[in-house]
């Protein structure tokens, strides 16, 4: 028992880190697919098609190169979409560093927490 207790606290702090970086992607994730029902609403509503899903190389394009949707002849409603979609895009992409960067300050935490109770559970 005294060495599961040891463990809580580096335990909290991974399942913690995990939980918020987590949330963080899932949270831009949903925004990125309003974006994109968003769009297609848009095209619907001038009697044109856009799927986003099933077209594999417009995905690829819409990460590699986002402002290489855009088109010449987009009605004002599809233009302000595209806009809405690459600028969830670049804000997904922000999102997925700041993740990784949650994680990592838990993975310190966790050593920092397992050092700390190594220390505590010695001198006592």
């Known amino acids: 028992m005294k060495n599961e207790a040891a463990t809580i606290l580096p335990t909290i702090a991974f399942a913690v880190s995990g939980i918020l970086a987590a ?3 899932i949270i831009y994730n949903l925004r990125l697919l309003r974006a994109t029902k968003r769009l297609k609403r848009a095209y619907a509503a001038v009697g044109r098609d856009w799927d986003y899903m ?4 417009l995905r690829i394009r819409l990460f590699c190169q986002p402002e290489s949707i855009r088109e010449e002849s987009d009605s ?7 806009e809405e979609l690459i600028t969830c895009r670049a804000e997904m992409s922000q999102s997925i ?6 994680m990592l300050w838990g ?5 920092l927490l397992g050092l700390v109770e ?4 010695h001198f006592l």
């Not at 099933?54 to 190389?57: K, R, S, V």
Request: no cysteine; hydrophobic share 50%.
């Open 97 to 102: 560093w700041k993740a990784i960067k949650i």
């Open 118 to 121: 190594s220390g505590i559970r």
């Open 23 to 25: 949330r963080i992607i």
């Open 76 to 82: 004002p409603d599809i233009r302000g979409a595209k």
């Open 54 to 57: 099933p077209d594999f190389p």
């Open 107 to 111: 993975f310190a935490a966790i050593i």
